[in-house]
């Protein structure tokens, strides 16, 4: 849990040093510096983090937000009978986004 929050430490003071050093607009050395040390400060992070969990508890969380965000659009947003498809299409459409989500929800829990 330490190390997430250092990575996590890492990771907010790599990107504000960043986006602070090209926000100034200035042409210096020590700015360079800075932004060197912002930038290895970035993947230090992220080297701790996946290091920490996993990369495939990684790839499983960013695959189950993925199909939760697809399973909501076809619940929610797919196209109603009244814009340009058959009845039947709308409940398939739903019906998809309902076994997409429910995936996608045990993959970010479990």
């Not at 190390?3 to 990771?11: H, R, S």
């Not at 042409?27 to 230090?44: C, F, N, Q, T």
């Not at 695959?63 to 039947?88: C, E, N, R, S, T």
């Amino acid at each position: 849990m330490i190390a997430i929050l250092v990575a996590a430490i890492l990771i907010a003071l790599g990107i504000l040093a960043v986006f602070l050093s090209a926000e100034s607009g200035k042409k210096d050395e020590r700015l360079l510096v800075v932004m060197l040390v912002g930038g290895i400060s970035i993947v230090a992070g992220i080297w701790l983090i996946i290091s920490t969990i996993g990369i495939f508890t990684i790839i499983k969380k960013i695959a189950g937000l993925l199909l939760l965000v697809f399973g909501g659009f076809m619940i929610l947003k797919f196209p109603d009978i009244d814009v340009y498809q058959p009845k039947g299409y709308t409940i398939t459409g739903i019906f998809i986004g309902i076994i997409c989500a429910v995936i996608g929800v045990y993959l970010l829990l479990f």
